[in-house]
Nanobody
Framework: QVQLVESGGGLVQAGGSLRLSCAAS????????LGWYRQAPGKQRDLVAV???????NYTDSVKGRFTISRDNSKNSVYLQMNSLKPEDTGVYYC????????????WGQGTQVTVSS
């Protein structure tokens, strides 16, 4: 059974930083591409950052230059360092995982709330 546990969210003022963590179990972690999703209030859940098995990272345009995704295979964890936060970054952040040539998993965790005040 896949389990994904997000943590590290909180309240922060615009311009501040947060570091999110996601601990995964029930998967062969090193074989999975990992991603962070964000669901803003009243909006769909969108992919904001991805890191592949070899450490290559990609980001949605709105977070490029501000967010950094990383992984630690020894800890079965993926992280999202968020700097220069903006109010529009507010939302619930979720992690997910997928194998190559496969879809993102359907077992979402509880997410972690990030609120950026102006």
């Amino acid at each position: 059974q896949v389990q994904l546990v997000e943590s590290g969210g909180g309240l922060v003022q615009a311009g501040g930083s947060l570091r999110l963590s996601c601990a995964a179990s029930g998967i062969i972690f090193r074989l999975n591409t990992l991603g962070w999703y964000r669901q803003a209030p009243g909006k769909q859940r969108d992919l904001v950052a991805v890191i592949t098995t070899d450490g290559s990272a990609n980001y949605t345009d709105s977070v490029k230059g501000r967010f950094t995704i990383s992984r630690d295979n020894s800890k079965n964890s993926v992280y999202l360092q968020m700097n220069s936060l903006k109010p529009e970054d507010t939302g619930v952040y979720y992690c997910n995982a997928r194998l190559r040539q496969q879809s993102w998993g359907g077992s979402w965790g509880q997410g972690t709330q990030v609120t950026v005040s102006s």
